[in-house]
């Protein structure tokens, strides 16, 4: 997986900048209790969503299991419809496929469908360096582009700007990348897509190259599947003579019927709708209808070292619907940018390190971003478990040691031992009860004093149970 976004500190660090930003708060607030409300509404439409559920986690399971057929037969069935495969190690190998395929039509520019695998590798900065440009398509995306920013939501990308933020970016950006923002842009909703309209559309028309990944790509027969709300996804899968999809290895599943039941899942989990307005599907190429060439870059990018993870591997179920970032408290109040990463809230804290690993700093910190509540378990519509694989992380970072870790290690083991030798545990209790008058209500130190910096050290009683025992039991 590529790097952390350049210079993003530790998750702690950020979060803690990102919860003194009211106007963030409120923009997440607001955004993530009408998603995850619209959601539920949704959800109670179907009295069969549990079993839903569990035939999406079971279809996920087994593929993974069979990943290597079931790959070879998304290659066989692509060429045999017409298209090219490529396979990528890495970000690295992927961003150097499709830079130069592009280079190979002889044009500068491409189009691009709203794509976390290509976020994931940093595809359109990597096409940058090489002189070529890539325009976001997706409203969110575009809205993210446009000001210099980076996405902090897996569905809405810009879910931490408000309307009036958004006019002034359409205002002062847009004429740097093409058609200029109308004159007297307003904030409401229809002008500011209106804009944006006018906008894409010159690019949609010139666009001899798109890009995308894909929700799915269906073993049997080798077609993608891409669903979204707008339509800007379809513009850019059906006009363009090339149309490049960069697709991560877990996104295959066997059959057309295994795709019936994630169209009932994701639709509901991330938009809140039955289904989605816009569901494009493709198989190869076809004389006189879309793109000439298609090209299938298959993605591994630190997968496969996921996969041999028999805890942590449950993370590749994920559709990417962003129902757990809804309903996360720690995501409502930090927001996405303080994960270092495109995968943002819960899926990203058990993602990312096991993409990237946990060497970095940023990486070893994000599994201990969330409470542990189990909301985001609740809400997976594959039923992965994230406080397991939370959990799981810890411990992995934890055998890493570190200054923390050693620490923690050297308590624990303090701890078995006055819990082996009672008379010194009997000793130490009367000793901390005589002293109660004394304690600190912080601990000194570093590590411990980030613990009790927002918790108070609970009171000492004035004697020991055992005393008490002896006393009012004997």
């Known amino acids: ?30 955004a993530t209790h009408t998603i995850r409300d619209k959601r539920a509404r949704a959800v109670a439409e179907l009295e069969d969503w549990t079993a ?34 490529h396979w990528a190690a890495d970000a690295e190998e992927a961003n150097d496929i499709v830079a130069r395929l592009v280079e190979e039509t002889g044009e500068r520019e491409v189009v691009k469908v709203k794509s976390m695998a290509t976020q994931e590798i940093g595809l359109n900065e990597a096409l ?43 205002r002062s950006e847009m004429g740097e990348w093409g058609r200029p923002a109308p004159e007297g842009l307003t904030d409401t909703p229809a002008e500011l897509a209106e804009a944006a309209r006018l906008h894409l559309r010159e690019k949609f028309l010139r666009a001899k190259v798109g890009i995308s990944g894909a929700n799915f790509m269906v073993a049997e027969t080798g077609t993608l599947v891409v669903v979204e709300s ?31 039941v994630f169209l009932q899942l994701l639709p509901r989990s991330s938009t809140a709708e039955r289904m989605n307005p816009y569901t494009s599907m493709w198989t190869g190429t076809t004389d006189g209808d879309g793109p000439r060439t298609f090209h299938l870059v ?35 109040r930090a927001g996405g940018h303080a994960y270092g990463s495109v995968y943002p809230g819960p899926i990203g804290a058990i993602l990312s390190p096991q993409l990237r690993g946990t060497g970095s700093e940023i ?74 008058k004394l304690h600190p209500k912080r601990l000194p130190g570093p590590g411990a004093r980030q613990w009790t910096n927002s918790r108070d050290l609970p009171e000492v009683p004035a004697e020991p149970f055992r005393d008490w025992w002896k006393k009012n039991r004997a």
Request: glycine residues 8%; charged residues 25%.
């Open 128 to 170: 940058e360096a090489r002189g070529i440009r890539a325009y976001e398509t997706d409203l969110a995306e575009l809205i993210v582009q446009l000001g210099k920013d980076r996405p902090s939501h897996i569905l809405v990308p810009a879910i931490h700007r408000n309307r009036g933020e958004i006019r002034d970016i359409f």
């Open 363 to 436: 990486d070893a910190s994000l599994p201990y971003a969330s409470s542990l509540c189990g909301a985001c378990y609740e809400v997976c519509p594959v039923a992965i478990d994230i406080p397991e694989v939370l959990v799981h992380l810890r411990e992995k970072v934890a055998d890493q040691g570190g200054k923390g870790h050693r620490l923690e290690k050297a308590a624990m083991r303090t701890a078995t031992w006055l819990l082996d030798h009672p008379a010194a545990l009997t000793a130490g209790e009367r000793l901390a009860s005589g002293t109660r």
């Open 1 to 30: 997986m590529s790097g952390t976004f350049v210079g993003m500190p530790a998750f702690p660090e950020a979060a803690r900048t990102a919860v003194r930003d009211a106007t963030l708060r409120g923009n997440l607030r607001h």
């Open 230 to 260: 707008e339509g800007n996804g379809r513009m850019c899968l059906t006009l363009p003579e090339t149309l490049i999809s960069v697709v991560g290895i877990e996104k295959v599943i066997p059959t057309w019927r295994d795709l019936e």
């Open 298 to 332: 298959l993605l591994d990018n630190g997968r496969t070292d996921t996969l041999a993870d028999e805890v942590g591997r449950q993370a590749l179920r994920c559709i990417r619907c962003s129902a757990c970032l809804n309903v996360c408290p720690v995501y409502e």
């Open 52 to 85: 839903l559920r569990e035939a999406g986690k079971r279809i996920k399971d087994h593929t993974l299991r069979h990943l290597d057929r079931y790959l070879v037969q998304v290659e066989e069935a692509v060429t045999a419809a017409g298209g090219t495969v």
